[in-house]
Antibody, heavy 123, light 107 residues
């Protein structure tokens, strides 16, 4: 059974870079059928898509975050990663990684999610 | 970018009631629409994709319909375990925007 697990610091200082990794187990991140994405949810608020990546390195980013986001993939470790720079308190959220089945060669809905990890931005 | 709205933002209904949630896209998205259920403190769960296709394992009391700009999620007979926030999401093209959510609880 394929599983996703987020990891990384739970506390980041303002103006620094948030870094998270999602480890895929029970299956290969190099599957041609899926993109892999990041979604976040501030406490008590809704879901916001951050960005997604294919095993080849092809990416899609949310325009609202694009200037601060980098998503990368390491197929040898079966992992993909998120970096969000210049964070503020507004970036405090639960960060989820998730799998997107491809729909006509582009990412689709999210069918499998990690458990999520809370990242707090505070000095 | 296409904006997603949902109505109502919250509702309270009795066990056994039929519940309908509406999701609207600001431009047409064909049937590239998914619905998720997020129970309190839990991870979002995919219920429906392609506007009306039930994800494997999801109870048949959930159904989806619509195309273009207007979509609905229906719970035919509300159960206590359906207390959750429901989100729609478009995926015709990036950005893969979620709706603001509809919170459902039991009256």
């Amino acid at each position: 059974q394929l599983q996703l697990q987020e990891s990384g610091p739970g506390l980041v200082k303002p103006s620094e870079t948030l870094s998270l990794t999602c480890t895929v187990s029970g299956g290969s991140i190099s599957s041609s059928s899926y993109y892999w994405g990041w979604i976040r949810q501030p406490p008590g608020k809704g879901l916001e898509w951050i960005g997604s990546i294919y095993y080849s390195g092809s990416t899609y980013y949310n325009p609202s975050l694009k200037s601060r986001v980098t998503i990368s993939v390491d197929t040898s470790k079966n992992q993909f990663s998120l970096k969000l720079s210049s964070v503020t308190a507004a970036d405090t959220a639960v960060y989820y990684c998730a799998r997107h089945p491809m729909q006509w060669l582009v990412p689709g809905y999210f069918d499998l999610w990690g458990r999520g990890t809370l990242v707090t931005v505070s000095s | 970018d296409i904006q997603m709205t949902q109505s109502p933002s919250s509702l309270s209904a009795s066990v056994g009631d039929r519940v309908t949630i509406t999701c609207r896209a600001s431009q047409g998205i064909s049937n590239y629409l998914a619905w998720y259920q997020q129970k309190p403190g839990k991870v979002p769960k995919l219920l429906i994709y392609a506007a009306s296709t039930l994800q494997s394992g999801v109870p048949s009391r959930f159904s989806g319909s619509g195309s273009g700009t207007d979509f609905t999620l229906t719970i035919s007979s509300l159960q206590p375990e359906d207390v959750a926030t429901y989100y729609c999401q478009k995926y015709n093209s990036a950005p893969f925007t979620f709706g603001p959510g509809t919170k459902v609880d039991i009256k």
